[in-house]
């Protein structure tokens, strides 16, 4: 299989560069903002975004302004779709239907789901630099 097809890609402005950080803003639009009746239709968005690539191999050679594309694999990305919406929505479900069953309070049933949420954000919160040297993003520069 061809490695490129195996990419997420995305063009970008470089941010800031501090230590091993660079921190990259990237353009993302959903799969309908590159239509021709984009204008039109209140379906079409893209936002900025900033993404943080660690490395010291990218903070000696790049500065604000510079023009990079940023890779991470489909692997990468399958995981970080997993954990950010995945698992908080079987967990939400999960709990809003276990709470509403035993107790037959939707209401309670809805704000215990969302409680149950917290401890899960939580725990991302404390493993985020163990995440972060697992999911990793690369830079690659247009005229490097």
């Known amino acids: 299989m061809n490695n490129m097809a195996e990419k ?3 063009s970008g402005i470089v ?3 501090s230590g ?3 921190k990259v803003r990237i353009l993302q639009t959903s799969a309908c903002a590159s239509c021709k009746v984009a204008g039109y239709c209140n379906a079409s968005e893209s936002k900025e975004k900033i993404v943080d690539v660690y490395g010291r191999e ?5 500065r604000v302004g510079d023009s990079v594309v940023v890779t991470a694999s ?3 990305a399958m995981s970080a779709l997993a954990i950010g919406f995945g ?3 079987v967990i939400l479900v999960v709990v809003l239907f276990a709470v509403a069953w035993l107790t037959s309070d939707e209401t309670l049933g809805a704000l215990v789901a969302i409680a ?17 040297s697992r999911m990793t993003f690369s830079i ?3 005229e490097f």
């Open 116 to 132: 149950a949420l917290a401890p899960y954000y939580l725990a991302l919160y404390l493993l985020r630099d163990k995440m972060r």
């Open 15 to 17: 941010d800031s560069v």
């Open 8 to 10: 997420i890609r995305h």
């Open 58 to 62: 990218y903070a000696g050679r790049l």
């Open 74 to 76: 489909r692997e990468v």
């Open 140 to 142: 690659e520069a247009d």
């Open 20 to 22: 091993d950080c660079v």
């Open 87 to 89: 698992v908080p929505f």
